[in-house]
């Protein structure tokens, strides 16, 4: 056997479309089970290797990677089952979003009148200092 | 045979996320589709050799390849055993003709539709020799049951050859070793497993098989030879598959179960 977590074990399963859980000896491979996504199992045993003790090593190893599964499984579903607690509270935020942006589109109109009104000011502080200043300027000349 | 040039298949335009986001819909699709029946198969050799699953164009010339060399096997034994058979002459002779005329090995639909209409061929001489009840009736019935597997098998992929014309908008590339390793076939999930079973099991004797359908109905094969006291030990093998097979299909249903409730957020 290959892999050893259960990420492996789905990357396996992705990657290559089942899990292989290989079993050998010296004669080479004695038995392989290959566990396809939707639970099909394929086993290939060699003849010899019927009842004895490799076959046991074999089935045990076959478990032990259920077991990796297993394990890989309940994390996911406790992830997917706090995704389903955000999905929940995500709405309300969402909700709380809109609400806050459909206020301060309704107050933008008078957001627009008071900075209109402060740039008229700036407008007319601006040109009226320069017009001081100009006159200031004119009247320092005559005076020369 | 098929004589559509050997193009590299397109991947159908797609790339980046929304390759994986379908690509996953695929797997999907395919786990949800797969775990309404499951099947657990027993198979016992003399030796197992560890070629690893060559992708699914060398996999299906595999196949076509296995399937073909059985079938002369079977047509030999046929002829063997009784050369008046009606209809068999004719068969090999025709056989002979068109292996002269094209003897690649290549793998497309019209291969496996060659190789289907051969299988359903062949079933008047086998009935024939089970009704003969030559004394061979078992090797008989493992013919029968081998060509019974190869003609189911040969349409399953033609079906798979039919989704990817219809993928591809167009005739599928003819498979040879020769091109096998540059084609990207834009196969569906569920269609590459199909294969990948077809190739796994290819035409090796199944000892024991169990068919588990979601309502509930178990169906158990075993050879009559493996029914007896001496084949406990693969019985008990193959409880032990099945055993795994029922734990492994839990856990995906479990999975899947978790994803719809995040989905519909109970």
Known sequence: ?144 | MSDVPALPAADAGRSGPESARARLAERFEQFASDIFALEINTILKENITATPWPGPCHGLLDIASEYQARLGRIQQLLVARDPEAPGLAELVEGRRRRDEVDSSNTASHARFDDLRTWAKALCPALDRGLAGGSGESDAVMHDVSMINRIRDNSDQIKGVFDVLRARLRSEPPLITRDNANKLVLDLREQDLATIRKIWEIGTEEVVMQTVIHLDGDVVLRVRPDYAGEGGRPVLNLHNNSVQTAVGFWQKMVGVIGSALRWFVGK
């Open chain 1, 1 to 144: 056997m290959n892999a050893t977590t259960g990420e492996d074990l789905v990357r396996e399963l992705l990657g290559r479309g089942c899990i292989t859980i290989l079993t050998v000896d010296d004669r080479g491979d004695a038995a392989r089970t290959r566990l396809f996504p939707g639970g099909d199992v394929i086993n290939v045993v060699r003849r010899d290797v019927v009842g004895s003790p490799l076959l046991a090593r074999h089935l045990a190893d076959v478990q032990a990677t259920l077991a990796a599964l297993a394990a890989l499984v309940a994390r996911t579903e406790a992830v997917l089952d706090r995704l389903a607690r955000y999905r929940r509270v995500i709405p309300a935020a969402g909700a709380l979003v809109v609400g806050l942006g459909s206020g301060l589109s309704g107050l933008a109109p008078a957001l627009w009148a008071v900075l209109a009104v402060l740039a008229w000011a700036l407008v007319r502080v601006v040109v009226g200092e320069l017009g001081r200043r100009s006159a200031q300027a004119f009247a320092d000349r005559l005076m020369k």
